[in-house]
């Protein structure tokens, strides 16, 4: 059974960086195949997908930002981080992690809860 | 980009109505698209993948179909429990693209 949990602040400053932290259980990262994902959502509006990192290391990043996200992942501790730079009052929104059914069909078959970010001075 | 443009943007129905919602793609994606039902609050359910495979648990009123880049999902009867927001997604190209979501409320 795949879980997904999102930590993190609740709450950063304008120009601040983001860092939130996705631990997971029910799969490895050190398994081929298995990914996680991050994908947001700002209040009553659409999800937008950030990045994806999968067990061989292989990162993906959504063009519009991926000068600002970096995702990296902890395979000992079951744990993928995504920090995000620079961060703007935009940017509030709800914060997803998910797990990829594969490499090759990279749709979302598990959720965490997600986690709250405003972002204000 | 590929973008993803779902129709229309909300819905009133009642229970025991037949709904569909649609999704258009900028270009083919065949069948590479799933559909996410999400209630307040929640985080996305993954309902279909590969345009009409329903996900395991998910009840066989709903159903999706279409490839290209034209793609429905219906309720045969809508149940209490069907009034959320759903969203398609495409995964043939990167960057995963979602819709802007489909409102079904009383």
């Known amino acids: 059974h795949i879980t997904l949990n999102e930590s993190g602040p609740t709450m950063v400053k304008p120009t601040q960086t983001l860092t939130l932290t996705c631990t997971f259980s029910?799969?490895?990262?050190?398994?081929?195949?298995?990914?996680v994902g991050w994908i947001r959502q700002p209040p009553g509006k659409a999800l937008e997908w950030l990045a994806l990192?999968?067990?061989?290391?292989?990162?993906r990043y959504n063009p519009s930002l991926h000068s600002r996200l970096t995702i990296t992942k902890d395979t000992s501790k079951d744990q993928v981080v995504l920090t995000m730079t620079n961060m703007d009052p935009v940017d509030t929104a709800t914060y997803f992690c998910?797990?990829?059914?594969?490499?090759?069909?990279?749709?979302?078959?598990?959720w965490g809860q997600g986690t709250l970010v405003t972002v204000s001075s | 980009d590929i973008q993803m443009t779902q129709s229309p943007s909300s819905l009133s129905a009642s229970v025991g109505d037949r709904v569909t919602i649609t999704c258009r793609a900028s270009?083919?994606?065949?069948?590479?698209l799933a559909w996410y039902q999400q209630k307040p609050e929640k985080a996305p359910r993954s309902l279909v993948s590969?345009?009409?495979t329903l996900q395991s648990g998910v009840p066989s009123r709903f159903s999706g179909s279409g490839s290209g880049t034209h793609f429905t999902l219906t309720i045969s009867s809508l149940q209490p429990e069907d009034f959320a927001t759903y969203y398609c997604?495409?995964?043939?190209?990167?960057?995963?693209?979602f819709g802007g979501g489909t409102r079904v409320e009383i």
């Open positions: 270009q083919d994606i065949r069948n590479w």
């Open positions: 997604q495409q995964y043939h190209r990167y960057p995963p693209t």
């Open positions: 998910a797990h990829p059914y594969t490499e090759e069909f990279y749709y979302f078959d598990y």
């Open positions: 590969g345009a009409s």
């Open positions: 990192i999968y067990w061989n290391d292989d990162k």
């Open positions: 029910g799969f490895s990262l050190s398994t081929r195949g298995r990914g």
